[in-house]
């Protein structure tokens, strides 16, 4: 093969042709690949060089095709995964879906099978309705075609007869033996259609005889509940309406039980007109009974009158099924409904038991006998009442709530005997010092001991003792004067002086400081030995606490006087032959004979006390602590019955003395009765807006004080500043706060009880006493529970004691929370609190403003009735004594202070 050179072609010797220059000319498409002519071989290797270049290329271009290829490879086996798992994913679904409207398919028809079952019933009735009324047109057809062929018949031999006569030529001929037999059949005959005639004027005379009395549900709802009841107990109404009653067949099973039933079946059948005429005076609540009650009624009722537009014997089988369910759902409503009703008659049976056993030992006789009267009066329409709804129980419950009222609301008497022994004659061989026969020690204990402050006097601390000055280590009751103790005695007779119960942290830091001073003592007396600092002291206060408990001129008195003698006691401590164990043998030897039997077991738990001597002596002073109460209890006792009539006297004498004396004023009093007449009198004009001004629509001093004092008592607002309680009121501070704070939980416990009531559709009159008691304990703990903390606790309670859905759970913590929120203004936030708390304000006014003595019997009888209607059943013993209390503080006030308070309202 040759090579030419490059400028081989284009020489001027060599021309090639036009095809081949165009041929060998034009440049090659790919670069790299020229032709070997071309370029001329340099060496033998770059053939070798250009081959490996060119399957490099062509590989990797290969190589380029391949990852391609199986890049669209995996995209499509990728493609197809997940199209299968999306169909898989579809399938779940659709089966998900199929499950899902098997289930909701078979719930609905589960919900609805009742619904079919209630259908098929009624269509079976319905059906046999029908056919019943198909046979009996039926037989009455036949009935008629029957005497329709006899009366044909009849007339029929009627005439041939006639004839036979007309055409006989011997008309005296003697008739046949057989001729007779067609008479007597036609007698019997006779004697059936004339019954037949008589039933049916029977029948419609009784129909005749009900229609008259024109009782219609019109007629009914257009006349007034008192006038169709006293109707409905006319005997011309009851006689007509058990015919008529009888006559339908209604009353078949009663016939044999005696007339009280029919009577009693009589007036269920009447009670349907009223119950449609006038649902809101017969049916006082609005649930799910009263309404299906309504739609029984309306049920007889319509069937009853389609009866009566054509009357027919027997009547159709509807008005006996109306019948029968409207009897059900009477009689369970009633029961219902008379239970409710014996429950408030047994309490106001109570309550008048209540008011009896307070005012019978009054001081005025003539209080006694008037109340003596119309409480017997009161009771006896009640148990006549009360025997007829509950027959044979009616003793057992009557004994059983009377045993439960005394329990709780009456003064509860002391068990054991708290008043002290007689003392008795004293013994010369029991002494621990001698002392001089003509020194004595005076005391005022007869006097002294009623008043806390003088009977609860500390021992007092020695000069070489630090930090103790002052301290009173056995001091555990408040200091009453005798102002406040006589005033307390006028409000309760029963008084007595008890335990002060301290706070958490006054209690605790008494305990420290009593544990601080005993302790400085043992130090001193067992550790050191320094007698004469502590024991002379403590002594002498022992003697005048037991010499408090004496007469002044008893033996015991003298002798205790005598044998404990200061001086001596203090000799023998500085000699260091003081022997404490003779000085509590004495002591604890005369405890037994002065202690009242109520302090036996502590007075003998101190004689086998083997403690040290600052123990024993710690425990003698608890002791005389208590021996001290139990006198000054005593005392008041027995001067409760000369102190009482004089105590409204006296406390007007000691407030007219404040105020020559400029210790107190009025200014406050002013402001709160003045308030309270604007108020009265905004109200009296309001009620009088043509501006007549009739002096017995102005309200009287009386009312506007009663107004007064309910508006300071009764309030859902905070506790009242000192600067906002009248000055009359100084003696009654914490009780008014206390006031406030009972009225508040008794407004907050009915809000609370009717609110869940009506979530879970019950019948807000009847009594829940379990929730009741619930409510009380959240609302009265002694560590006040937040709102949600007390929703919570019902909420917990509700879902323990019965089946409660969890959305009237959520709606019972929402609303609960709503009501026990206190509010910062004197008006709540919730309306059933609002409308609560007026009631019960209204009602206990109307209590304050009762005059005399048969109205206030006639209010405490009815009252069980209000607060029911009010949805207050289980809190009537509550509000009962709230009453009571109230009442009492607002009589006294206004006897002590009727001269201030005329004046001011003049």
């Known amino acids: 093969m040759l090579h030419h050179d490059e400028n081989s072609a284009s020489s001027p010797g060599w021309n090639p042709p036009a095809h081949l220059e165009a041929r060998f000319g034009r440049k090659r498409r790919r670069p790299g690949t020229s032709s070997p002519c071309n370029h001329p071989l340099t060496n033998s290797n770059l053939a070798t060089t250009r081959r490996q270049t060119l399957l490099e290329t062509r590989k990797s271009l290969l190589r380029q095709r391949a990852a391609y290829v199986e890049k669209v490879r995996r995209a499509r086996a990728n493609s197809h995964e997940a199209v299968s798992e999306r169909l898989l994913a579809l399938q779940q679904s659709l089966s998900q879906a199929q499950d899902s409207r098997n289930a909701i398919l078979a719930k609905i028809a589960g919900s609805c099978a009742s619904e079919v079952a209630k259908a098929k019933q009624v269509a079976q009735e319905i059906r046999a309705r029908r056919e019943e009324e198909a046979r009996v047109l039926k037989s009455g057809v036949e009935e008629r075609m029957l005497e329709a062929e006899r009366r044909r018949k009849e007339v029929l031999r009627d005439r041939r007869g006639k004839r036979r006569e007309r055409g006989s030529s011997s008309s005296m001929k003697k008739i046949r033996p057989g001729a007779a037999k067609p008479t007597e059949m036609l007698k019997e005959e006779a004697a059936i259609h004339i019954q037949r005639v008589y039933r049916n004027y029977r029948n419609r005379e009784i129909v005749r005889r009900f229609l008259e009395l024109g009782l219609t549900i019109e007629s009914v709802r257009d006349t007034s509940f008192e006038a169709i009841s006293m109707k409905f107990q006319e005997e011309k109404v009851q006689k007509a309406t058990a015919r008529l009653l009888k006559l339908c067949g209604l009353l078949e099973h009663l016939e044999e039980v005696g007339r009280v039933e029919i009577e009693k079946a009589c007036r269920t059948f009447l009670s349907a007109f009223l119950i449609l005429g006038h649902p809101g005076e017969v049916l006082s609540d609005d649930g799910e009974s009263e309404k299906a009650l309504i739609t029984k009624s309306k049920d007889l009722l319509i069937a009853f009158e389609s009866f009566l537009s054509s009357p027919t014997f027997p009547p159709d089988q509807s008005l006996f099924t109306a019948w029968d369910a409207f009897n059900t759902g009477f009689t369970a409503w ?254 604890l030897s005369i405890l037994p004979k002065i202690c009242s039997p109520a302090r036996d077991d502590d007075v003998q738990a101190l004689l086998n006390d083997t403690g040290d001597y600052i123990h024993r002596l710690q425990r003698l002073f608890d002791v005389l602590e208590l021996l001290q109460l139990d006198h000054a209890n005593f005392l008041l006792m027995v001067s409760a019955q000369y102190v009482i009539p004089e105590a409204v006297p006296y406390e007007r004498h000691l407030f007219a003395g404040d105020l020559e004396a400029g210790r107190t004023t009025l200014t406050q009093t002013n402001q709160w009765l003045l308030k309270a007449k604007e108020e009265k009198l905004e109200e009296a004009r309001s009620r009088d807006p043509e501006g007549v001004d009739h002096p017995s629509n102005s309200p009287s001093s009386t009312v506007i004080y009663n107004h007064a004092f309910a508006s300071l008592i009764m309030s859902l607002g905070g506790p009242l500043t000192l600067q906002e309680i009248p000055e009359t009121f100084h003696l009654d501070i914490e009780r008014i706060q206390s006031y406030r704070e009972e009225f508040r939980n008794l407004v907050l416990g009915a809000a609370m009880g009717i609110t869940i009531k009506n979530l879970l559709r019950r019948d807000v009159r009847s009594s829940w006493k379990p929730l009741k008691d619930r409510i009380s304990a959240d609302l009265s703990s002694e560590i006040p529970l937040e709102p949600p903390a007390i929703a919570q606790d019902l909420c917990t309670f509700l879902q323990e004691t019965m089946a409660t859905p ?54 405490a009888t009815s009252g069980g009735d209000t607060l029911t209607s009010f949805g207050m059943a289980e809190w009537i013993s509550e509000v009962g004594a709230f009453v009571e209390r109230s009442v009492a503080l607002a009589d006294l006030n206004r006897n002590c202070y009727a001269v201030w308070y005329d004046g001011i309202l003049a």
Request: aromatic share 4%; hydrophobic share 35%; with cysteine.
């Open 334 to 587: 009633k029961t219902r409904d008379s239970e409710i009703l014996i429950n408030t008659m047994v309490a106001q049976y109570a309550e008048l038991d209540l008011i009896w056993q307070k005012v019978k030992d009054d001081t005025e006789k003539h209080v006694a006998s008037d109340f003596k009267e119309g409480i017997r009066e009161n009771q006896l329409l009640l148990l006549v009442r009360i025997r007829r709804l509950a027959g044979e129980r009616t003793r057992a419950l009557i004994r059983q709530a009377v045993k439960e009222a005394r329990r709780t609301r009456l003064p509860k008497k002391e068990k054991r005997d708290t008043r002290p022994r007689a003392t008795p004659t004293a013994s010369d061989g029991n002494s621990v010092s001698t002392k001089d026969e003509g020194s004595s020690v005076s005391s005022d204990a007869a006097v002294a001991s009623i008043t806390p402050a003088s009977s609860t006097q500390p021992p007092e601390t020695p000069a070489g003792g630090a930090g103790q000055s002052g301290f009173s280590p056995m001091e555990d009751s408040a200091v009453f004067s005798n102002r406040q103790i006589v005033h307390e005695l006028a409000l309760d007779k029963d008084f007595k002086l008890k335990t002060r119960k301290k706070g958490g942290l006054e209690r605790m830091v008494e305990e420290q400081a009593r544990r601080a001073f005993w302790d400085a003592m043992k130090e001193d007396v067992l550790e050191r030995g320094e007698l004469a600092k502590w024991i002379p002291r403590m002594a002498g206060d022992v003697k005048d606490k037991l010499l408090r408990l004496l007469e002044p001129t008893g033996s015991l008195h003298r002798m205790i006087s005598d044998s404990i003698d200061i001086q001596i006691i203090e000799q023998q401590c500085r000699a260091g032959s003081y022997d404490y164990e003779k000085f509590f043998s004495y002591v």
């Open 806 to 859: 969890k959305q009237v759970i959520s709606h019972a913590t929402s609303a609960i929370t709503r009501i026990a929120t206190r509010s910062g203004s004197q008006e709540h936030q919730d309306p059933v609190v609002r409308v609560v708390s007026n009631r019960l304000l209204g009602f206990v006014l109307a209590r304050l403003n009762a005059g005399t003595s048969k109205e206030k019997v006639r209010l």
